[in-house]
């Protein structure tokens, strides 16, 4: 586990986009790394990032009906070697249910795996954890409660909308995988952290 969790502040999505392409660069086969945070914190769009940057040419989307989205990886350095699978266990129950999904197995061969809703179960062993928090910046709560109050019609929630790239990032490691990794992760998103 590192010494403390890397926080990051991301202002767009555009910035979850980068700072899951500085993961995905670094990641090699037999990385497990988990997603966690509520729902409509920027998993997806994390996962989306991610899978962009480490060569997917498909466009990926939430696995949560079928678990698990495998997708071979096209370009750059993992190119026609590793599979990037996507998993999202919001739905499971039961860790027998999540431990046939064989999701160790499948980053033991040849694979990258990213899960969303990860944190439920402890059967990753060695893996990188990133919660994603949605986050209004300081001072905006005020204007939105105001806002709000302005317009008759209460689904009106254009103003949230467009705050909705805004999070908070926390990354940690657990088990020694990511040890020879952890400096370049820290240098590559210094301009995110907070």
Do not use: N
Not at 141 to 159: M, P, V
């Amino acid at each position: 586990m590192s010494d403390h969790p890397l926080a990051l502040h991301s202002a767009s999505i555009a910035d979850t986009h980068a700072i899951a392409s500085v993961i995905a660069e670094l990641s090699r086969p037999g990385d497990i790394i988990v997603l966690s945070g509520e729902m409509g914190s920027g998993k997806t769009a994390f996962a989306q990032g991610f899978g962009r940057a480490i060569g997917v040419t498909d466009r990926v989307t939430s696995p949560t009906y079928t678990l698990v989205h495998s997708y071979p990886i096209e370009t750059g350095p993992h190119a026609g070697k590793v599979t990037f699978h996507h998993a999202d266990l919001y739905r499971l129950e039961r860790t027998t249910e999540v431990a046939d999904l064989a999701l160790r197995e499948l980053a033991e061969f040849a694979g990258i795996v990213l899960v969303e809703w990860g944190d439920v179960v402890d059967l990753f062993g060695d893996h990188l954890v990133i919660h994603l928090d949605a986050r209004i910046p300081a001072g905006l709560d005020e204007e939105l409660d105001l806002a709000q109050d302005d317009h008759d019609a209460s689904d009106d929630d254009g103003d949230v909308l467009a705050l909705d790239g805004a999070r908070h990032i926390e990354i940690d490691a657990i088990g020694p995988g990511w040890a020879g990794r952890w400096d370049r992760l820290l240098t590559r998103l210094g301009p995110h952290r907070c």
